[in-house]
Each structure stands twice: as structure tokens, then as C-alpha cells.
């Protein structure tokens, strides 16, 4: 099964914008990250949210998920045209091997 | 801050030839992973690796594929016999700690080693 869609897949605003990214998942999970990707660059890592949380926040960024859905997002409010990435979302099953599941990722653009 | 760093960052090799990737993970890190990306396409999980043993592999991860880690260091992927499809980028990431120990679950990944084969 497929795990960590994103939606939508590109998604372009003015500086200055909130962006919003959405993530499903279709299994049980211990955890979710969200990771940032410059292009052809390494995978950084933004924010992690247990299966037992709701909400966090940390700097620009706020997540949210709803484990009833099986759904997250990822909002970056007041972007900066260095925002301009690709953002994945990736879970963690309750296995302890803590192997991830990356899903195909959003493009952002932000235009100055 | 500490960082995973991996070498080469990029590899050319011919079809059917051997390639070692290798990965230095944070020193105190316990669990250690491979993953790829082909151009244009998601991450994948390829491997993972805990207490000097693979504790978990994907299909991708067949017979030409191997790790080891030789040393208290370094993590190597060894693809025995390269194909054209193996041309991805590869990275590595080390978490500290299992789930529920109170935030050591992030995976921190290497810059990558993108590997070109002809």
C-alpha cells in the first residue's frame, strides 16, 4: 500500500503567502516527519509529530494530524522565496525498525 | 551540529561493475538506513540496520545489494553488479534512539551520493 500522498503535487505563491500541504497515509503509524528537499539537494529534516499529537509548531511552521483520517499538513505561514523546495512527508510505522515512507512530495515555488 | 556526511557525491561507473557508497552517521546514533531516490520519483526505503544486522530490507534490496558497517564509524552499500536502473541518488540516515524516548525518533539524513551508471 502506498503511504504519505501529498497534495497538492505543485503549488506556487508570492512571497509573503501561508502554504499548505496536505499528506495521507493509509496505515498505522508511530510517527510522521516532515522533510524539505532543495533540488538535486539532501533531504532536511523540518519537524517530527508523534501519532499521539495533534498539532506543533516550530518557527514558521505548524503541523497538524488527524489520525482518525489518516491525514497531516504541513503550513508555512509568511513564506520566504527561500522556501522554494519540495516538501515530503514520510511516516514511521509502529515497527521498531523505523524504516519511513516517503510519499511523492509537494513543489513549492514561492515568488518574490 | 553533528551531521551525517557521506562519499562520494557523485559516482559514474560502467553497467556490471561493483560501487561502494559510504556514509558516516551521527556518532551516537544506533539505527542506520539506506534509502534512494530515482530522478523525479519519492524516496524509497531500501534498508535498515541495527546492532550489526540488517533489521529490515525492501524488495529493492536483492542480492547485489549489501551493508556493512566495518568499523564504529563508517556504513557502507555495496552494489555488486551495477545496472542501469540502480542510477538514483542514495542517502543515508541515522536516528539515536527506538520510539517514545522522548524525541529521538528523527531520522537524519546525508546529502546523498548520486550514482550515474552507464
Known amino acids: 500500500s502506498q503511504q504519505g500522498e501529498e497534495d497538492p503535487q505543485a503549488l506556487s505563491i508570492q512571497e509573503g503567502e501561508n502554504a499548505t500541504m496536505n499528506c495521507s497515509y493509509k496505515?498505522?503509524?508511530?510517527?510522521l516527519q516532515w522533510y524539505r528537499q532543495n533540488s538535486g539537494r539532501g533531504l532536511v529534516h523540518l519537524i517530527l509529530i508523534r501519532s499521539n499529537e495533534r498539532e506543533k509548531h516550530s518557527g514558521r511552521l505548524r503541523v497538524t494530524l488527524d489520525t482518525s483520517k489518516k491525514s497531516s499538513s504541513l503550513l508555512i505561514t509568511a513564506s520566504r522565496a527561500a522556501d522554494t523546495a519540495s516538501y515530503f512527508c514520510a511516516t514511521a510505522s509502529s515497527s521498531n525498525t523505523g524504516k519511513l515512507i516517503f510519499g511523492q512530495g509537494t513543489t513549492l515555488q514561492v515568488k518574490p | 551540529e553533528p551531521e551525517v556526511t557521506q562519499t562520494p557525491s557523485h559516482q559514474v561507473t560502467q553497467m556490471g561493475q561493483e560501487v561502494i557508497l559510504r556514509c558516516v552517521p551521527i556518532s551516537n546514533h544506533l539505527y542506520f538506513y539506506w534509502y534512494r531516490q530515482i530522478l523525479g520519483q519519492k524516496v524509497e526505503f531500501l534498508v535498515s540496520f541495527y546492532n550489526n544486522e540488517i533489521s529490515e530490507k525492501s524488495e529493492i534490496f536483492d542480492d547485489q545489494f549489501s551493508v556493512e558497517r566495518p568499523d564504529g564509524s563508517n556504513f557502507t552499500l555495496k552494489i555488486r553488479s551495477t545496472k542501469l536502473e540502480d542510477s538514483a541518488m542514495y542517502f543515508c540516515a541515522s536516528r539515536m534512539s527506538p520510539f517514545d524516548s522522548g524525541g529521538q525518533e528523527t531520522q537524519y539524513f546525508g546529502p546523498g551520493t548520486r550514482l550515474l551508471v552507464l
Open positions: 496505515t498505522s503509524i508511530n510517527n
